[in-house]
Structures are given as structure tokens and as C-alpha cells.
């Protein structure tokens, strides 16, 4: 593959990958807006335990079977992968109907866990029942659209992967919306039977994502023949030693990309419980947990987000370096990664944390801006952590450690695991986040320290970069919190359009005035080199 093929092909699969979780973000504000925050507590309890089957289902399979593809391509044999496809499609619709069948036999299970059934305020019982079988068949589309994606990869396609991605985003978003929009406000119908019809959103758009698949497929079905034609070998593998290879590429994937569906699912166990232990009952509890898992959750994602898409220009570069034993571009690719994460998510957690009411007060709306800046606050920091374990974690599968990432995962989700109710009932809803942040805070020691030690990877110099951007940071977030404090002074946070004044105008000054410090110091052109030169 030539260096522009790869390039062209990660800005496209990048590219996706950012439009997706954008559409992924927005969303939620006018979907809180229908539901509140009692709605969406419902649709975590649905969605949670499906996107931790839906891992277990697909096991990392796109990554996994596009690096298959790609090798036995590469060796002159397309039979392989071929075999790979069509062998797939069959496990992948068993697995997926096992999993389907599992979701849907265990939803009172799970909703009998998640609520107290005899608690007056919050969500029923029968509720959490119907969403949890709602989202379920899901499960019986998502693992076919994994391998036909993976598939795709593995020809050096990303087109494909990154539209399907799109179109399952936007079909799902319209579906949750408008459905939501039309059973309360139209039909009058109940919370609960909005949700799940929400949560059947899933459904949807995984119909809207294969069908774009399939539509790929059929337009390049005369080429993928050929190419077959071409095969100068045939390695005949078995069908054990085939998916053997499969699991050994997929497992690792699958777990690290497991790790907040994981972490959520142990608050989805303990967080309730956990504070009707510490005496907040009557659906209280359940306004809290919907704030952390999913609107500030939601928030905290922004900026994670947009640094992984940006350093994911660069990722792909580790694997070959590491390979060709071409340590320079090694360190230079992983100090550049470091840097652009520390660079974009420090300043953004500090200004989610100095600005927490105004921001949710804008985006939530002001009936639950005490619940919801509350959270915020605390949880604004494990944006950076959450940011740098995806990062770290990718630079490991690409010199070959992965399992040092997984490693780390267990490690610190038996930290959360261990001491998530505990701290709940110690520190209020905010030991949540300090177990989620506990957790990660290890799992990202373990991996700086294994890239560290596997890629000889010197840190002084992020170091350094580290300290100059806390420091900038601390400084735009003062300011920003004063300013903040003064317009509230005249624009009082009791309507969203104050808070959306008061948003604005503090975000603008905030974002001024780091973009002033960095680029007048020499940071900003220093940590993004070559990409925006102008700043050097």
C-alpha cells in the first residue's frame, strides 16, 4: 500500500469515525430535552449491557479481519480471505443471535438489579424490561456488518466502513428523535414507551448501515472476482487455524475496546444501590446516574474524541516503524501522539470544569443544571485519561504489546469494580467518577510505562510539554472562571439563554486566550509541526 493509499484511507476512515461520534454527541441534547433526565437513566439501562454483548459478539472483528485480509492479499491469496467472508457471515449472524437470545432472556434479570422495583419516583420495572428487549435485536445485524466492514478494510477500502458508519448514525438519530418526539408530544404516550422505541433506534440504523454495505458489495463484486482470478497462491487453511489466527488479532482488541462499555456496566450493577445506601431514594438516585453516564458522559467525550481523530493520522505509522526497525520515526511518531492529545485535552477538561453550570445549563437546559454541573465537574478531568489509554493502547497493539493493554484494563477495572460502591456511599454520586478516574488513572500508568519500556521511548521531553500545557491550562481556566462568575453577575443562570450568553462568551475568551499563550510561547507550533506551520 503506498504511503498516499494510507493516508488517503485513514482521513477517510478518520473522517467517519469523527462524524459519527460527533452525530453520536449532539443528539443527546434534544433528546434530553424530550425525555429529561429520568429518560435517559432508561436508556442506559437498555443500552449499556447491549454495547457490552455487542463486543462480545463481534470480538474485535473489523480490525481483526482486515489485518487477516490484508496479510494473505499481500501474500498473493485472496481465497483465504474469501473463505474467511463467507465462513464469517455464518458465525457472525450465530453469534449474534445467541447474543440477541441472551439480551433478551436476561432483561427483568437485569432490571430487577439495575432499580428497586417497590421505589416510588423513578423508573418501573416493566420499563427497563421493554428497553433492554428493544435494543436487543440490534444484536441480530451489528456482528454481520462487522466482518463485511472488516472485509473491506482488509482490500485497503475505508470508504465503505466510513459511510455505512455515517448512514447507521443519522437513520438512528432521526429514528430516536422523531419516534420520541411523536409518542410524548403527539400521542401522549409514556416515558417508558419512548425510550424503547429509542433504543430500537439501534435496530434501525444497523438496517440503513447494511444496506449501504451491501449496495459497496454489489458495485464491486466484478472486481473482487477478478482479484480472485489473479490468486498466485493458496494457502488452504483449515477452519481452526484460520479463526485461531482471527481470536489471536481479536481479543485484544475486543477487551481494550470494551473499557468504558466495562466501567459503565459495573455503576450500571452498584452506582443505584450504591446511593440508596447513602440515603438518595425516590428516583433521585436514577437523576444522578443519567447525568453521569450519559450527559456528561456525552460532554467529556468532545474533546477525547477530536484528539483521537487527530492523532489517528499518525497511529498507523507505529506498526510499520516498529517493523522496519526504524526507531527514529518510532519516537518521533509517538511523541507526536502524546503531544497532540495533552495538547487539545487538558485545556478542554479544565474549561468543562470551570464552565460546568453555564455549559449544562446551555445544552441540558436549567431544570437540572444543580444534578447534572455537579457531576460534570468532577468528571471533566477523566477526559484526558480516557484520551491518552486509547492512544497509549493503540501505540502498544502497534509495536506488538497489546497484551500489556489488556493488562492494564483489568487492572484498573478491578479498582472501579472493587471500590465503586464504597466510594458512592463515602463520597455521595461524585465516587463514581473517582473510582471511573481511579481506574484509569492505573490502566494509564501501566500503559506509559510499557510503551516506555517495549518502544525505549524517553519522556523528558513530554514531560516537558506536559507541565507547559497544565500550566497555560490552569491559567486560561482562571480566567475563564472569572469571567464566568461576572457575566452570571448580569446573566443569571435561571434561563438557557443566559446560560448559552454566558457559555459563549467564556468559552470564546478561553479558547482566545490559550491559542494567544501557546502560539506566542512556541507551543502550538512546536507540538503541531508540520499541520499548521503558520503557528510555528
Do not use: C
Request: a positive charge; charged letters at 10%; aromatic letters at 12%.
Amino acid at each position: 500500500m503506498s504511503d498516499n493509499q494510507l493516508l488517503r484511507g485513514t482521513m477517510i476512515l478518520s473522517a467517519g469515525i469523527f462524524l459519527t461520534k460527533f452525530l453520536g454527541l449532539i443528539y443527546i441534547f434534544p433528546f434530553t430535552a424530550i425525555v429529561g433526565e429520568q429518560g435517559l437513566a432508561l436508556y442506559s439501562y437498555g443500552y449499556i449491557p447491549y454495547t457490552v454483548l455487542l463486543s462480545l459478539a463481534t470480538m474485535g472483528i473489523p480490525l481483526a479481519v482486515s489485518k487477516f485480509v490484508s496479510k494473505y492479499n499481500a501474500l498473493g491469496d485472496y481465497h483465504t480471505g474469501q473463505r474467511l467472508l463467507r465462513s464469517g457471515l455464518i458465525v457472525m449472524s450465530v453469534t449474534g443471535f445467541a447474543a440477541f437470545l441472551l439480551l433478551f432472556a436476561a432483561a427483568e434479570p437485569i432490571a430487577r438489579q439495575v432499580i428497586d422495583p417497590g421505589s416510588a419516583g423513578g423508573n418501573q420495572l416493566e420499563d427497563v424490561v421493554f428497553a433492554v428487549r428493544m435494543v436487543s435485536a440490534a444484536l441480530l445485524l451489528v456482528p454481520v456488518m462487522a466482518i463485511i466492514r472488516g472485509f473491506f478494510q482488509g482490500h485497503q477500502s475505508m470508504g465503505p466502513t466510513a459511510v455505512s458508519q455515517v448512514v447507521e448514525q443519522i437513520v438512528r438519530i432521526i429514528f430516536i428523535l422523531v419516534l420520541t418526539y411523536l409518542i410524548i408530544n403527539t400521542f401522549g404516550g409514556s416515558l417508558g414507551t419512548a425510550v424503547g422505541f429509542a433504543v430500537f433506534g439501534a435496530f434501525a440504523g444497523a438496517l440503513g448501515g447494511l444496506g449501504i454495505l451491501l449496495y459497496y458489495w454489489k458495485k464491486r463484486a466484478a472486481g473482487i472476482r477478478a482479484q480472485m482470478q489473479q490468486s498466485t497462491t493458496d494457502h488452504q487453511l483449515s477452519y481452526t487455524a484460520m479463526y485461531k489466527e482471527l481470536l489471536k488479532y481479536a481479543v485484544p482488541l475486543s477487551l481494550v475496546g470494551l473499557s468504558i462499555p466495562l466501567y459503565q456496566t459495573v455503576d450500571l450493577w452498584t452506582f443505584n444501590e450504591a446511593m440508596r445506601d447513602a440515603g438518595f431514594s425516590g428516583g433521585i438516585e436514577e437523576l444522578y446516574y443519567g447525568a453521569f453516564t450519559q450527559s456528561t458522559h456525552k460532554l467529556i467525550m468532545i474533546p477525547v474524541s477530536i484528539a483521537t481523530a487527530m492523532s489517528l493520522t499518525i497511529l498507523p505509522t507505529v506498526t510499520e516503524a516498529f517493523t522496519n526497525k526504524d526507531n527514529e520515526k518510532l519516537q518521533r511518531t509517538i511523541t507526536q501522539a502524546y503531544q497532540i492529545i495533552l495538547f487539545l485535552t487538558i485545556p478542554a477538561a479544565a474549561g468543562l470544569l470551570v464552565t460546568a453550570a453555564p455549559v449544562y445549563g446551555a445544552l441540558f437546559g436549567v431544570g437540572e443544571t444543580a444534578i447534572g454541573a455537579e457531576i460534570l465537574r468532577t468528571y471533566a478531568p477523566a477526559a484526558v485519561f480516557f484520551a491518552v489509554f486509547a492512544v497509549t493502547a493503540s501505540l502498544l497493539q502497534g509495536i506488538n504489546k497489546q497484551q500489556y493493554a489488556v493488562l492494564a484494563l483489568l487492572a484498573g477495572l478491578a479498582f472501579k469494580a472493587l471500590l465503586n460502591g464504597w466510594f458512592i456511599q463515602w463520597f455521595g454520586p461524585q465516587g463514581g467518577v473517582f473510582a471511573t478516574i481511579g481506574g484509569y488513572l492505573i490502566a494509564v500508568s501501566i500503559n506509559v510505562w510499557a510503551v516506555g519500556r517495549f518502544a525505549a521511548f524517553d519522556y523528558s521531553l513530554i514531560k516537558r510539554r506536559l507541565m507547559q500545557t497544565v500550566v497555560f491550562s490552569s491559567l486560561m481556566a482562571l480566567v475563564v472562571l472569572y469571567i464566568s462568575y461576572a457575566l452570571q453577575q448580569t446573566f443569571p443562570l435561571d434561563s438557557r439563554m443566559n446560560a448559552m450568553i454566558v457559555l459563549a462568551l467564556s468559552v470564546g475568551s478561553g479558547a482566545v486566550i490559550y491559542a494567544f499563550v501557546t502560539i506566542k510561547t512556541g507551543l502550538a507550533g512546536r507540538v503541531l509541526g508540520h499541520r499548521f506551520s503558520m503557528l510555528q
